[in-house]
């Protein structure tokens, strides 16, 4: 046994197929890891409660786009300019480090510190951890996007893999604008891989090369921003406030009141916030280790208005899971100025018609008529909603539902006129909640990990939160006798027809060491199989958390497993 | 409209949301496609009926791996040598072309051909597509794979995107051994992304560069292969035997009939087959555009022993979506020769102990004891099971739970006597079926889209099986009126709260065109809030495929939904 917690833990998720070291065979590769068969489940688990979370009631949808990412959209988000890590190598033996992993024990963030400032410290005496030396290289940054080519040789074009699912909604904004109907607020959410090509990845599942992302993207027009009712979160949080502000060292308190003080700045991050609270909670995240901590000005992205981690606690400390953050207009006007596009907009009615003087290309009926027929009002609907009237006629005119028709001179005339102005185009704010996966399953785990003793001996529990365990139930026949098999068989199909349920039979070895192992991969129920079973058609359900057993019938176990929770059984 | 149905077929896709060229507000990336909200979730719904399908059994588990693979893994697997395309490009104009596609029209099986073999073809007259001239460059192989590399600079490894999932899974086969306690036939399933860097892609959803792709690998012991009963299905199927073979031409029988007539040459692919077809048919592909068509032996990999295409009929022909093939022990053993991993392998129990004259380490159960106290009985149980003796004492031996221990001289006398032996160790084989999921979503579109008239007016209806619809039902309130609006709410949060169902709200525009737009993306039902639902809470259900109405209550619309299908009141 281990003498460290984290080390019995690892070793219990590799021993049990949960989470396991990527291309062991081939000696693996750091910041790569597999979910084995039962981590698949709890993972798969973990990402469709948090779709079904987001998406359950009606203003935000899925999406799913590519995770290869051309250059010429992360140039524009920002990536192949500012994605970097500051990099330096020992002159005398070529290890090559993260700088502020150098100088962790010398300065209190120094992932903020510009290269002079880490130039500078570094030659203040800190030695390579490899060879003991003090003779650093020149630090550098390093971009840690991987880097492709999409197509062959010299027509290829430079590519990314995605280092965030976000570029992919915000390339989609138009498609969502259609599909709600051109009404904001709406959102998306993407799940799937991310990519960073981390210099030294450390810390198992929480700094790693490849990993499972979950984000969403909530549009809002900014002069309305939606305030939902956050009086029903009555529960105050942990929340530790920019250390720069006026509300430093605070930390309990409800969302209404955080907001209502001005710490949280925005209203509908204040909402996502408690919906955040409430997914972990769900998944079986200990409420009391989670906390949200505020971004400090210096710490935040230039273009964000309020940003918050939220930290869970385990044995890598605190650690951000969550990343929610007010982006503002900025994602979308930076691709509208690199690419051009006029999609990339909401429109706002005014509450009172405005009158202004405009030019404007006045659409002549008698020709737009017959030469568009039913797309004929679209077409009008367009030209009285150009932002910039076009330098030349003809041209090509795009409509709402995103394909194009071409306008010419007799079909227009240029005017100029006061007008009655209904509304305006404008760019729409980001609300951004970012979840990193593969953390969350991690501290999941860390949570519901319980070693207590048996019989004198060290027992492991996994204490899962039955939304996320890997099986609802485990099948155990006592012996590996016919009967008792074909009657695990018949339970086990019954339960994997109960939609959304499924069950796991295991016959080999002991009852005492599958109960072992059904506890330590966190299967909540176990039904029992005995002799009695063949007479009688009774099993023993047995509940992991405090090995309580009761008897009852197939039926009954059938049922109460369709309509609810077999804990109210006991 | 469009003349041809695939371009009207498209064009729907995209205006609902279903499908869309990826990053187009840059000009687009060929080879790339994003689902939409509409179609993320159709994809979704494939994926999962996917994995249910084939896990429901319990023999088979979920896993998932990295898709950033290290080149040591494609190296043994092959990629790196033979995922090639030929490739040529133009002396005149630069163009690049896979050289298959200029000799489609000249050979019946241009993709099989030689280097020597396209070079001559091509300078008998073929002209250049783009220029017309005929100056073609050299042939030469394009590796299909995206490259990468991992870590920083110098110190980083090359790298590939996988071009399969399949690798990650004979990666993890020692897990998978492990999980199943030792004992064959298992399986594992994994889904994700696939890579393949096309040099031209065509074809929409067909030829992509990044592909969902959904694999199964099926280990079994080549000599007690599974033998499932293939009497249970029926009904005959379309089968194109191998047409360099003694059944080249017959084409409906059942998977029996294929299977003892030998054309079938596996009983374990055969019920591959049947378990193919009966998915396919299950998620909406229409029975009469499935075949089953047999590699012939030139077109086989080396290594397989029987090799199957399940190809779809649709717009762009027959279209291989699934493949099926006895791999045998090829990529275990590939992947043992190129890591020297002991731990690829299945245990054989004789049925008769046999006498053989061996070299082995007895132990020394004095110091074994002692020495690893409970674990002695595995170290026992290893030692007996070593195939080749270690040079040296000591020596590092691996246990079958994949820890190891350290074996020291006075641990074991290295003895040669005549042994019993119970077993032996051996290389399980694998059959694999892969599945496409994008070339799979395609033709449940193709095969769902039916255009017909209401009032004179072209009319579309997605026909989608109610499995993979993008919503159970859609809740139109009649006008967008408080009171309605609040019933249709109320409706909403019912249906959603019945697992595994979800409802879509649409209040926009006029009932018509409300109910055009969920027929064209294959909502099956429609209920409409009116006047009356105010008065007595009464609602109109609207079925999809004949625009027949009911009135029912909004209680009796949810138990129905909950116990079944709404089509059981009609």
């Known amino acids: 046994m281990s003498e460290r917690r984290i080390d019995r833990l690892t070793s219990l998720l590799r021993r049990r197929g949960v989470v396991l070291p990527s291309f062991e065979i081939y000696g693996g590769v750091s910041g790569l890891v597999d979910y084995g068969p039962v981590g698949a ?31 010429s959209v992360l140039v524009a988000s920002g990536h192949v300019g500012e994605f970097n890590d500051l990099m330096v190598s020992c002159n005398s033996c070529e290890s090559a480090f993260r700088a502020d992993h150098l100088l962790e024990n010398v300065h209190q963030n120094p992932d903020s510190l510009s290269v ?57 904004y138009p498609a969502l604008f259609r599909h709600f109907k051109q009404k904001l607020p709406f959102g998306a959410v993407q799940t799937g891989k991310g990519y960073r090509n981390e210099i030294s990845p450390r810390q198992g599942m929480i700094r790693l090369r490849e990993f499972d992302m979950a984000e969403l993207e909530y549009f809002i027009d900014p002069e309305s921003p939606p305030c939902p009712e956050l009086s029903i979160w009555s529960t105050p949080v942990m929340m530790v406030p920019d250390p720069e502000g006026h509300h430093a060292g605070e930390c309990e308190m409800t969302y ?46 230039h273009y964000a208005e309020d940003c918050w981690d939220c930290e869970l606690h385990g044995e890598h400390g605190w650690v951000e899971c969550v990343g929610i953050a007010n982006r503002t207009c900025h994602d979308l006007e930076s691709h509208e100025r690199a690419s051009g596009s006029k999609l990339l ?45 076009p330098e030349n006629i003809p041209f090509d005119l795009e409509l709402t539902d995103g394909s194009s028709v071409r306008i010419t001179e007799e079909m227009v005339t240029r ?20 979840f990193g996966i593969d953390r969350i399953v991690w501290h999941i785990l860390d949570h519901a990990f319980t070693e207590t003793e048996k019989e004198g001996e060290p027992y492991s529990v996994m204490r899962l939160n039955s939304r996320v365990a890997p099986y609802d139930v485990a099948v155990l026949p006592l012996f590996d006798k016919p009967g008792m098999l074909k009657i695990a068989h018949d339970v086990i199909t019954r339960v994997n027809s109960v939609p959304g ?14 109960y072992a192992r059904v ?15 063949m007479e009688d058609g009774t099993v023993t359900v047995r509940r992991r958390d405090d090995q309580k057993q009761i008897r009852c019938s197939v039926d009954e176990l059938i049922d109460t497993l369709s309509n609810g929770d077999l804990s109210t059984m006991f």
């Open 519 to 533: 506890d330590e991969i966190g299967v909540p129920w176990a039904v029992t199989i005995d002799h009695d079973s």
């Open 41 to 71: 489940r709890i993972k798969r688990k973990v990402v469709d409660s948090w779709i079904d979370h987001w998406t359950s009631q009606g203003d935000i949808v899925e999406v799913d786009s590519p995770t290869l990412t051309p250059e």
């Open 256 to 301: 209404e009141d955080a907001l209502s003080k001005g710490i949280i700045r925005h209203p509908t991050v204040a909402w996502f916030l408690a919906r955040t609270m409430d997914f972990l909670v769900n998944v079986g995240v200990e409420p009391s280790k989670i906390r949200f901590r505020q971004h400090s000005g210096s710490e935040m992205a």
């Open 116 to 172: 002079d400032e880490v130039s500078s410290l570094l030659s203040q005496g800190i030695s390579c951890p490899a060879c003991s030396e003090a003779k650093w290289s020149d630090v550098r940054p390093m971009n840690l996007m991987f880097s492709t080519r999409i197509g062959a040789m010299s027509r290829g074009r430079s590519a990314y893999m995605r280092p965030e699912t976000a570029q992919g909604m915000f390339m989609l």
């Open 345 to 389: 907009r909401a429109w706002r009615q005014y509450d009172e018609p405005k009158n202004e003087v405009k030019d404007f290309l006045a659409p002549i009926s008698a020709v737009i008529g017959p030469a568009f027929k039913g797309q004929a009002g679209a077409v009008v609907e367009s030209l009285s909603q150009l932002t910039e009237l």
């Open 415 to 434: 005017r100029t006129d006061e007008v009655t102005v209904h509304g305006e185009w404008f760019t729409p704010h980001v609300i951004e909640p970012a």
């Open 501 to 514: 349920r499924k069950g796991e039979m295991d016959s080999s070895k002991s009852i005492g060491r599958r």
